[in-house]
């Protein structure tokens, strides 16, 4: 059973940073793509961010040159950097391995909020 325990909730001013991170424990992390997901209310989970085990990295459009994703393998962490945030980044960060994702997984860690807002 993979645990997923995601840290880094904040409430932050528009263009302000936060550092989200996810520990990772169950699985053979180090050859698993990672990938952070978000949920606003009233709206879809998505992804936002992706890594391979290579260390290869995916963004959707509405982060890309925004956010950064990283991955320490000796950890079993993986963390996504947000820069220049908008209220619209509001929601609640998730992380999880992409190939339960694409299997249609139900198991998720609690999330972390992030709140953007003046």
């Known amino acids: 059973q993979v645990q997923l325990v995601e840290s880094g909730v904040g409430l932050v001013q528009p263009g302000g940073s936060l550092r989200l991170s996810c520990a990772v424990s169950g699985s053979d992390f180090s050859l698993n793509a990672m990938g952070w997901f978000r949920q606003a209310p009233g709206k879809q989970r998505e992804l936002v961010a992706r890594i391979n085990s290579g260390g290869r990295t995916m963004y959707a459009a509405s982060v890309k040159g925004r956010f950064t994703i990283s991955r320490d393998n000796r950890k079993n962490t993986v963390a996504l950097q947000m820069n220049s945030l908008k209220p619209g980044d509001t929601a609640v960060y998730y992380c999880?391995?992409?190939?339960?994702?694409?299997?249609?997984?139900?198991?998720w860690g609690q999330g972390t909020q992030v709140t953007v807002s003046s």
């Open positions: 999880n391995l992409i190939s339960a994702v694409s299997r249609g997984t139900d198991s």
